[in-house]
Nanobody, 123 residues
Framework: QVQLVESGGGLVQAGGSLRLSCAAS????????VGWFRQAAGKEREFVAA????????NYADSVKGRFTIYRDNAKNTVYLQMITLKLEDTAVYFC????????????????WGQGTQVTVSS
């Protein structure tokens, strides 16, 4: 089992920045690819970004390319999502999830999920 806890969400003005953290405990973290996802009110959960076990490969949704950066520190068992130039449409609950030995740019295929952290972007 892997337990994931997201943090770093909050209220930010459009154009601002936030950094989300996904802290893992349980099994060795460096054997899991990690993805970030989000779900806005009334909408389906969508893929945001993912990073491979060693951090050498990343994948982003088109809507966040150039604004969001995913990276990881396996020594700290943590994956981060740095978000800049935030837009109103980035408002959502953000989740991280872990997948054994790989990543997929989709909402399926992940083995463990966190509870989410709310990001609200205001005008």
């Amino acid at each position: 089992q892997v337990q994931l806890v997201e943090s770093g969400g909050g209220l930010v003005q459009a154009g601002g920045s936030l950094r989300l953290s996904c802290a893992a405990s349980g099994r060795p973290f460096n054997i899991y690819g990690v993805g970030w996802f989000r779900q806005a009110a009334g909408k389906e959960r969508e893929f945001v970004a993912a990073i491979s076990t060693g951090g050498g490969s990343t994948n982003y949704a088109d809507s966040v390319k150039g604004r969001f950066t995913i990276y990881r520190d396996n020594a700290k068992n943590t994956v981060y999502l740095q978000m800049i130039t935030l837009k109103l449409e980035d408002t959502a609950v953000y989740f991280c999830a872990a997948r054994y030995r790989g990543i997929v740019p989709a909402t399926y295929g992940y083995d463990y999920w966190g509870q989410g952290t709310q990001v609200t972007v205001s005008s």
